[in-house]
């Protein structure tokens, strides 16, 4: 039983499509995040739910729009993908306060 | 704000030998909590290790212990006795809390070679 799931792990895609991943926890979890891991490995917060509420969106573009239908799913939509969205976006959780985070395997997107 | 600093990019240690990660970090709030991960090349964020602020011993995990030193905001990882599996990127990690935001802040990482 895979604790905290992403798909797809692997998204190629050409410039100006829109695609989504999507992220789901079994662990009863009450708080989300999406992170962008960059090609040097940095890993990024992009956006925090909790309770399905967002909670932080750091400056990340209008193009991101994350959607949360319940505790369990956090999926993100990219618009108008460009090539400088080419990361591992990894999808994660934890419950407030508490232990570690959990993360997903990861989605390597490559924008062409 | 917070943040994490680990200053070595990479680090070589020899099999069977003990080796040191540091990581620093600062941050205002009075409660959080420290991690550190492994990101071996097949890419997943696999936990290792996790230290509370308020906790007063060092946190172990079998061969990984944390060095936690609040005054000097150091959060070191000690791995003993190295295998060729530890091989990978390690990254240091703290949550902080600003009402109900909880989030992660994730150092630069450090890239660990175990030779023969």
């Known amino acids: ?112 | 704000a917070q943040k994490i600093t680990q200053t070595q990019p990479g680090m070589f240690v020899q099999e069977k030998e003990a080796v040191t990660l540091d990581c620093t970090y600062d941050t205002s709030d009075p409660s959080y909590g420290l991690f550190w991960y492994k990101q071996p090349s097949s890419g997943e964020m696999i936990f290792l290790i996790y230290q509370g602020s308020y906790d007063q011993q060092n946190a172990t995990e079998g061969r990984y212990s944390l060095n936690f030193q609040k005054a000097r905001k150091s959060a070191n990882l000690v791995i003993s006795a190295s295998q060729l599996g530890d091989s990978a990127m390690y990254f240091c990690a703290m949550r902080g809390y600003t009402g109900t935001a909880s989030k992660l802040t994730f150092g630069t990482g450090t890239r660990l070679q175990v030779t023969l």
């Open chain 1, 1 to 112: 039983d895979t604790a905290v799931s992403q798909t797809p792990k692997y998204l190629v895609t050409q410039m100006g499509n829109d695609k989504s991943i999507k992220c789901e926890q079994n662990l009863g979890h009450d708080t989300m995040y999406w992170y962008k891991q960059d090609s040097k490995k940095f890993l990024k917060i992009m956006f925090s739910y909790n309770n399905k509420e967002l909670i932080i969106n750091e400056t990340v573009p209008n193009r991101f729009s994350p959607k949360s239908p319940d505790k369990a799913h956090l999926n993100l939509h990219i618009n108008s993908l460009e090539l400088g969205d080419s990361a591992v976006y990894f999808c994660a959780s934890t419950r407030y306060g508490q232990g570690q985070a959990f993360f997903g395997q990861g989605t390597r997107l490559t924008v062409v």
